[in-house]
């Protein structure tokens, strides 16, 4: 399964800890901001796993920052019935200059494959 690439640019927000699973599976989120001092604001969750989670290691509420992501849907079925979710999984950040540029090399994307496979979810219930 391979994604299409899109990227999400603005504030960031809040960063949420570290969550681990009892199957060992991490996951952590960065809310993002395009919209700030919008009269509507519109924050957008994006969600790291794995590895991943260490690239908020040092990132700050305020950055301008590009996340580079892509829409991981799954259906889950439980005691309430089928159930389906959306993520915004995260493969790779760039923090931003004030002019919008990037402060370091980009890196090539992950592998979506690789970063999401089905064992790491078939026990989570979102």
Not at 4 to 11: A, S, V
Not at 61 to 83: A, C, L, S, T
Not at 91 to 113: C, M
Request: glycine share 8%; with cysteine.
């Amino acid at each position: 399964m391979a994604g299409q690439f899109f990227d999400y640019q603005g504030e960031v927000e809040d960063i949420l800890p570290v969550q681990t699973f009892s199957s060992g599976f991490t996951k952590r989120d960065l809310i993002v901001n395009a919209d700030k001092d919008s009269r509507y604001p519109s924050p957008v969750k994006f969600t790291f796993k794995k590895d991943n989670c260490a690239l908020l290691d040092n990132i700050r509420k305020g950055q301008q920052v590009k996340v580079h992501f892509v829409i991981d849907g799954r259906k889950w079925e439980g005691p309430k019935g089928v159930q389906y979710f959306v993520d915004l999984t995260a493969l790779k950040l760039d923090v931003l200059n004030g002019d919008g540029t990037s402060t370091e090399p980009v890196p090539e994307p992950a592998d979506f494959d690789a970063e999401v496979g089905q064992s790491d979810i078939d026990d989570m219930p979102f």
